[in-house]
């Protein structure tokens, strides 16, 4: 699976930004979806993830009610929609997927996910 993100840019604080992730492959349904994110000098964290089937989905507390995840699979392409964005939300955000099926407290580590994309940048200004 090769994975493409796109959508981020420059936003003042309160605004909102729409993320997609799109990616190759015939198996694309099959795979579980994640976004995670990196500000400089820190470790990559998790944002949120969806199920192969759209039907679960799992936030970071960070996010929670703020992101909404969701997928495409007729486009093969997941989005995260961004909504009153803080600049604490200011980082490069990679999406990322696994062909596994691991619960959630499993899939907020970056070690479960086996492919990624080149990442985009999010800069919040306050």
């Known amino acids: 699976v090769q994975l493409q993100a796109s959508g981020g840019g420059l936003v003042q604080a309160g605004g909102s930004l729409r993320l997609s992730c799109s990616a190759s492959g015939r198996t694309f349904s099959t795979y579980g979806m994640g976004w995670f994110r990196q500000a400089p000098g820190k470790e990559r964290e998790f944002v949120a993830a969806?199920?192969?089937?759209?039907?679960?989905?799992y936030y970071a507390d960070s996010v929670k009610g703020r992101f909404t995840i969701s997928r495409d699979n007729g486009k093969n392409t997941v989005y995260l929609q961004m909504n009153s964005l803080k600049p604490e939300d200011t980082a490069m955000y990679y999406c990322?997927?696994?062909?596994?099926?691991?619960?959630?407290?499993?899939?907020?580590?970056?070690?479960?996910?086996?492919?990624w994309g080149q990442g985009t940048q999010v800069t919040v200004s306050s």
């Open positions: 990322a997927a696994t062909s596994q099926h691991r619960p959630p407290e499993v899939l907020i580590r970056v070690q479960s996910w086996s492919y």
């Open positions: 969806i199920r192969w089937s759209g039907g679960n989905t």
